[in-house]
């Protein structure tokens, strides 16, 4: 854990380190700390255009919202990631790969 926090003081907009750090917590089962982590990104906007990121960012909050009752402020943001990984799903993504249709229907679905 120290050491994602060094490289983030480092590097504090590498999406990578990001991604690699919702994935500790969430394979730790630490939806809270994820959350927290996603939301304070999220915040500032720094990966506005990468699938990925919003990839993670659906998996989190699906996982997550099984967990407790929510209010108001978790669905707004909840409907903002899927929206935006929707998104991101239809668009052309230089080297990553698109995503196809159905994985964005199911997304609006879900």
Avoid at 51 to 67: D, F, G, I, S
Avoid at 74 to 97: A, H, M, N, P, R
Wanted: with cysteine; net charge positive.
């Amino acid at each position: 854990m120290k050491f994602f926090l060094a490289e983030l003081a480092a590097r504090p907009t590498d999406v990578q380190l990001r991604i690699k750090l919702l994935n500790y917590y969430m394979s730790e089962h630490r939806l809270d700390k994820a959350y927290e982590h996603a939301i304070s990104v999220e915040a500032t906007v720094p990966h506005k255009d990468n699938v990925v990121w919003y990839q993670l960012l659906y998996e989190l909050l699906t996982k997550y919202k099984e967990t407790k009752s929510f209010d108001w402020s978790f669905w707004l943001f909840y409907i903002s990631v899927s929206d935006k990984y929707v998104g991101l799903c239809l668009k052309e993504q230089g080297g990553q790969t698109k995503k196809s249709i159905q994985e964005a229907a199911q997304a609006v679905f879900k």
